[in-house]
């Protein structure tokens, strides 16, 4: 994480005619193409307050225990989680979107906890294109900022939302039927689909 900050420092403290080189060594070094998975449980704010942040950040870890080995198995790399947020990238649309509907399906089927009986929930977004990783640590661009939106603010619990470009990218393969959705959020309209 230094050294992309460092290049980000480097860019910044050149005048304008120099940043070229800096800015392709910083897109050679960390620019991908690849699937994002973005999930954000439910009721973060509710539940906090009806049961205190403990019980609630046990289940945060609940669903990362559930996603993080799911997320791998379908080819994926857990980029990070933070607060009750996952997010994840994929070689395809479709490894991203068979992790979602597993991660649905584990997080459906995972028993109530003893001291919080109120079910996991959780939306979860998917969109394709380039953006700069971090392994391991962030990912910032376009593709990230679409499905945090979709997983955060759009989902409902238990949804999995893809954008437009990701479905063009799925294929019948993956298995899935999808309904079309339209969205406007923060000056966005975004075209979607519902993953059924």
């Keep these: 994480m230094e050294s992309f900050y460092a290049l980000i420092d480097e ?6 005619p120099g ?18 998975l973005a999930l954000d449980m439910a009721d973060f704010s509710l539940s906090v307050r009806r049961s205190g942040i403990l019980p609630h950040l046990c289940r945060i870890r609940r669903v990362q225990r559930l996603a993080a080995p799911l997320i791998t198995a379908a080819g994926g790399e857990l980029v990070k989680c933070e ?7 994929f070689p395809q649309p479709r490894d991203a979107v068979a992790a979602a509907v597993a991660i649905r399906e584990a997080i459906a089927a995972a028993p109530a906890d003893a001291e919080d009986d109120s079910p ?10 380039r953006f700069l990783l971090i392994p391991g ?3 910032f661009g376009d593709a990230v900022n679409v499905a945090h939106k979709l997983g955060e603010d759009l ?22 039927r999808l309904e079309p959705l339209s969205f ?10 519902r993953v059924t």
């Design 11 to 16: 860019l910044m403290q050149l005048p304008p």
């Design 19 to 36: 940043r070229d080189a800096a800015r392709l060594r910083l897109l050679g070094r960390f620019e991908v193409e690849r699937a994002v």
């Design 83 to 89: 607060a009750d947020n996952v997010l994840a990238v």
């Design 137 to 139: 640590r962030d990912a």
């Design 120 to 129: 996991l929930k959780a939306g979860i977004g998917i969109d394709f294109g």
């Design 184 to 193: 406007s959020i923060s000056g966005l309209e975004l075209q979607a689909f």
């Design 155 to 176: 989902a409902r619990a238990g949804e999995i939302l893809v954008t437009a470009e990701a479905a063009r990218r799925l294929g019948a393969e993956a298995g899935v």
